[in-house]
């Protein structure tokens, strides 16, 4: 049977990819997003191509934080599933707009999640991040280890969004999967991560802003991977019912951003010129995810490395660039 898939922050990196993949197995899906000014809607609207010629997809353009707006915009739809990825997302600029990050992430949840309760849906999945873990020096990051210590604004929105989460579970027996995601990368990445900025500015052949030594490391997921990742945990809110997990997706393995740049130049085929900067506030120094609870809860495996991910990233920026010129 087709489900029913509510997907909130749809027109944007992750989202737009975890509808098509609902949408290609037979899903029928519901894409809520404002358009957060946060990159440019033309960029999101591109996103939402494929979905959009999709007859089982339609768009909602309303904000996830006005529970209002979103009773009237859904009222003749039903849910059996929400997957609630809408959020301002970025760590540095939410050192900028703490408030504004609040209000999306945190509100945003407790919204979705109260549209949960009153339209009678009973599976949730939840984007949250690694950087919930702060500068944890239990490696690799396990989802057992309860001393999550977020060190941005940004982090701080995932951990409570997870707790709210939690509350709806032992409230209303809300079946719940929360997802941790380790930096994702792969075609319409965000244009404020690393990867991406990076590839942009060697492309170009300017420098690139290095903040540190080049040390720090990041467990780098492929997107695909990412939204097997959030398939899997939407059937499993299926086939077990009314549980409540926080489950970590990441590449099983971290790369410094010396060695992350290294990758990057060979496939843009340029000397990468540096502009070494301090190390900024909210920043983390590493991230490793322990994959073991993903593999046994969802059967998760990450199948692309960073090696062989970044020259695919790279032919998408090319070809991407060449199209928005
Ligand atoms: N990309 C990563 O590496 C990464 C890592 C960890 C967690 N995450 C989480 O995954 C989710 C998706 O991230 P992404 O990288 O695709 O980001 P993105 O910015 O590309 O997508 C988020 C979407 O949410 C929308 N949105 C923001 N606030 C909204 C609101 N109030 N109402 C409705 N829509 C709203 C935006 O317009 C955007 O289209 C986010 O929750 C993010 O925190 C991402």
């Not at 957060?36 to 010629?53: G, I, M, Q, S, V």
């Not at 843009?268 to 502009?275: F, I, K, T, Y």
């Amino acid at each position: 049977m087709p489900e029913r898939v509510l997907v909130t922050g749809v027109a944007g990196f992750i989202g737009s990819h975890v509808a098509e993949r609902l949408l290609s197995r037979g899903d029928l899906v519901v894409g809520v997003d404002n358009f957060d000014p946060f990159y440019p809607r033309e960029e999101k609207e591109r996103n939402l191509t494929a979905a959009l010629e999709n007859p089982s997809f339609r768009l909602v353009e309303a904000n996830c934080a006005d529970l209002r707006a979103l009773e009237d915009e859904l009222a003749h739809d039903g849910f059996d599933v929400i997957v609630h990825l809408a959020a301002k997302a970025g760590v540095r600029p939410s050192l900028e707009d703490p408030v504004g990050y609040v209000e999306a992430n945190v509100v945003g949840t407790q919204v979705m999640l109260e549209l949960a309760r009153r339209k009678g849906v009973e599976r949730f999945v939840f984007g949250s991040s690694s950087s919930v873990y702060g500068n944890s020096p239990r490696v690799p990051f396990t989802e057992a280890d309860v001393g999550c210590t977020p060190i941005s604004p940004y982090a701080a929105t995932k951990a409570a969004g997870e707790i709210l989460c939690r509350t709806y579970h032992a409230l209303y027996g809300l079946g719940i999967v929360a997802l941790r995601f380790f930096t994702v990368y792969g075609p319409r990445q965000r244009p404020d991560l690393a990867i991406r900025k990076f590839a942009t500015l060697m492309l170009r052949g300017d420098p690139l802003p290095v903040f540190g030594d080049g040390s720090s490391e990041r467990d780098y997921t492929w997107i695909d991977d990412i939204t097997s990742g959030v398939l899997a945990a939407v059937d499993r809110t299926a086939r077990v019912p009314g549980e409540c997990e926080v489950i970590n997706l990441g590449g099983n393995r971290s790369v410094s951003l010396k060695r992350l740049i290294e990758l990057l130049a060979a496939a843009v085929g340029s000397e990468a010129r540096l502009d070494v900067q301090q190390v900024q506030p909210g920043d983390v120094v590493r991230t490793c995810a322990d994959i073991t609870k993903a593999s046994e809860l969802l059967g998760y495996y990450p199948s692309v490395s960073i090696e062989e991910g970044i020259p695919r990233f790279v032919e998408w920026m090319r070809q991407a660039m060449a199209e928005y010129r």
